[in-house]
């Protein structure tokens, strides 16, 4: 290297940058609730996928289930969804009667990493003869192969027709920037690409002899990903040992976390610009070289005082591949990064940006604008004030608060999701399937390698809330069948009220409040409400699981991030939390009359008009807490002639409609400026609820329930 140091340089610099790093979140704290954040949503997938009857695993892959990204880097939402309904045999003794099988072939045309998927018999161990379905491909020798084209018409023709957003990067095929989604298949052994990573000589200690044992045991899948310089890639599918490079990430340090993230932030801001979309360098490059490094260098180089030099490794090792031509996979060695991603000319540039970076050593950092970690790092240097810069507190209160509020939306959309199977079932066939769930939930388990410890854990806590939540409606709608015939609430339905009344600040407990409206009891029920005021303070953050709420976008309120301080044990706060409450239509005697409009909002052709995310709910009636909290309030006041109370609560409805702090936490602000005008209706200011109904007409002119109300109140004038 070029360019003299003092002996103390890289040591001072190491600590410095870690200072910064730890400034950005690259803490052990905040990477294990990232991790316990997206490994949460992954579980909780799973169980929706499985409790509405698709044999399917999901996975979160990558920066954000590995916790190695900074709030700006843009690190996008990498998801695997295995499809366990098919066998891939890697030999016919895999072969599985009954079941959809597909044979791994080597094909000669096939490069390392990649194979065919021959199609064959579900009744006897033999190739398919003809064509079963449009993905089946037949090629010269008259093999029937499986295309991997199926996910990427599938998803460019549901993109089309709702008139949604395509993006394709690699294997994924998407409707959201924000999400790779790749479907594959399960690999039941390992192939034996892997095998030569298990038996290579190693002269550190890393992988450890019992992390080798489990990463033998975890599978790779198959992804519909074509080798590209392939003149057959629509037929080749790509080995990916995902579960396995997890396994590894999540066995690193701290230090090895702050090395990748640096080598991230130099190549998003530094080396990727330098060739000026000329080729790229990728994440996945800077972990492989992460892994190469973690395996060469003794434990005894990874310290705080000797990041420098570890990073500097890292970015020799890249630099000595681009003059070889071959970047290796670190798992399969004979499969090269370079391949698509950069040719001999644009290694040649790459080449001149990482001999820039390491003969400056690294002073490219200080330019890096990502998070302001230049800036950071000079303050770090001169330890001087820098006007805008968010303090590391600040930084990290709003990254939990995002994980925090993250993961809260994607527990209440799975659970809408699983409650779309009951559109068409009546009130007593609701009940029949919600109590056959709850008793199937209970029982099953979603099959985990048993080194997967903390998602068997996560598996139990989401079963556990996914009953809770389903008791909940079981308990509604056994109540208004009860109300309905004007029957006794037996102790059953009490009691399924009790055992799903904690998922939340508020939701749960206000459906209890209307059912006891609706049943007359108004002392309970104003108790219930009195309750439901106390714990709805100004820290609690609405949450909208209707896919009104972009996690992604929606920043938190800042009085609930600040509860999330680094000693907070009660990561997803669930007291700190209100869910919209949604009422089924079997569920309708609980809920009061005017919320029955909100299930037949549709008029005229207005259910044609529905993207896809509405149209599982838009038949329910749907409210946010705090509306429903106020609205609910004026009605028990009134009838218990408490007008004080009654006109307070008018007041506080009108805020939640009106304040501009309030209106941020109102993600369905149609159906609460609804409830605000039928109290004005009972007020008799008919002309104000005239006006109020034309507002919420206006935030929505179609399915709104409004429409009806204009047409019933136009009548009275």
């Known amino acids: 290297m070029a360019g003299f140091v ?20 690259i803490t052990e704290l905040i990477i294990g609730r990232r991790r316990h954040a997206f490994l949460q949503n992954e579980s909780s997938w799973t169980w929706r996928e499985q409790i509405c009857g698709r044999p399917c695993v999901c996975y979160h892959f990558g920066s954000m289930t590995e916790g190695t990204t900074t709030p700006t880097m843009g690190s996008d939402i990498d998801t695997l969804r295995c499809d366990d309904s098919v066998n891939i045999m890697l030999g016919w003794p895999n072969w599985k009667h009954g079941k959809e099988n ?8 096939c490069s390392p990493q990649h194979y065919r998927l021959q199609e064959i018999r579900p009744d006897l161990p033999l190739p398919l003869t003809f064509l079963v379905h449009e993905f089946g491909v037949r090629d010269a020798d008259g093999i029937i192969y499986r295309s991997n ?20 990067a690699g294997p994924s095929h998407s409707i959201s920037e924000m999400y790779d989604i790749v479907y594959a298949y399960r690999c039941g052994t390992l192939p034996v690409e892997c095998e030569s990573w298990f038996t290579r000589p190693r002269h550190g200690n890393w992988p450890t002899h019992e992390m080798l044992q489990t990463a033998r045991e975890l599978s790779c899948f198959l992804i519909p990903d074509g080798h590209c310089d392939s003149e057959y890639s629509s037929l080749e599918w790509r080995v990916s040992p995902s579960l396995i490079e997890r396994h590894l990430m999540l066995s690193m340090h701290l230090i090895h976390m702050q090395c990748y993230v640096t080598l991230k932030l130099l190549k998003k801001d530094i080396i990727n610009p330098y060739l000026n979309g000329d080729g790229k360098l990728t994440s996945f490059h800077c972990k492989t070289a992460l892994f190469y490094a973690r395996e060469q260098l003794v434990p005894e180089m990874w310290t705080a005082d000797r990041l420098f030099d570890c990073i500097l490794y890292c970015l020799n090792l890249i630099r000595d591949w681009t003059i070889s031509g071959h970047f290796p996979h670190y798992i399969m060695d004979e499969v090269n990064l370079f391949d698509g991603k950069l040719n001999s000319e644009q290694r040649d540039r790459l080449r001149t940006v990482l001999d820039i970076i390491m003969d400056t050593h690294l002073a490219p950092l200080a330019f890096v604008k990502t998070d302001d970690l230049g800036v950071r790092l000079l303050n770090n240097v001169y330890t001087v004030a820098i006007r ?38 009546t009130p007593d066939e609701l009940c029949l399937y919600l109590h056959t769930l709850v008793s199937k939930i209970a029982l099953h388990q979603v099959h985990r390698h048993g080194s997967e410890q903390a998602l068997c854990r996560l598996d139990c806590m989401n079963r556990d809330y996914i009953i809770r939540h389903l008791q909940q409606h079981l308990a509604s709608t056994a109540a208004s069948i009860c109300l309905q015939h004007g029957m006794h609430l037996g102790n059953k339905i009490w009691s399924c009220y009790s055992a799903g009344i904690d998922t939340d600040a508020a939701s749960t407990r206000l459906k209890l409040a209307s059912m006891l409206y609706c049943k007359g009891e108004l002392q309970m029920a104003a108790v219930v409400l009195e309750d439901v005021e106390r714990r709805y303070d100004n820290s609690v953050q609405a949450i909208c699981g209707c896919k009104r709420m972009d996690p992604l976008l929606k920043k938190p ?10 000693g907070n044990a009660a990561f997803l706060l669930k007291s700190k939390v209100a869910y919209c409450v949604r009422f089924l239509r ?53 009838d218990l002639g408490l007008r004080h109370k009654q006109l307070q609560a008018l007041i506080s409805l009108r805020l939640c409609i009106k304040d501009g702090i309030n209106q941020e936490q109102v993600f369905h602000p149609e159906t609460a400026s609804n409830l605000f005008a039928h109290c004005l209706e009972m007020e008799g200011r008919l002309n104000d609820a005239l006006i109020m109904y034309q507002a919420s007409q206006y935030l929505l002119p179609r399915n709104n329930a409004a429409n009806l109300h204009l047409r019933r109140l136009v009548s009275l004038l």
């Open 102 to 109: 597909l044979l791994m072939v080597k094909h000669v045309t």
């Open 586 to 638: 079997q569920e309708v005697f609980c809920a009061p009359p005017i919320l029955h409009f909100e299930m037949v909002r549709g008029v005229g052709d207005d259910i044609q008009h529905r993207v896809p995310s509405e149209r599982v709910w838009m038949d329910w009636a749907v409210v946010d807490s705090r509306p429903f909290l106020h609205y609910l309030q004026y009605l028990t006041f009134r």
């Open 149 to 168: 084209r199926d996910v990427e018409v599938f998803t460019r023709q549901y993109a089309a027709d709702n008139n949604m957003p395509y993006f394709n």
């Open 6 to 25: 003092p002996v103390w340089f890289y040591g001072v610099m190491s600590l410095r940058l870690i200072a910064a790093l730890e400034d950005l979140g």
């Open 557 to 566: 309120r800042k009085i609930f991030t600040e509860l999330l301080n680094e």
């Open 388 to 425: 805008d810069m968010k303090p590391r507190r600040a930084v990290h209160q709003e990254i939990m608060g995002f994980l925090s509020v993250y993961s809260n939306v994607c527990l209440a959309t799975n659970i809408l999701i699983m409650l779309k199977e009951t559109a068409d079932k």
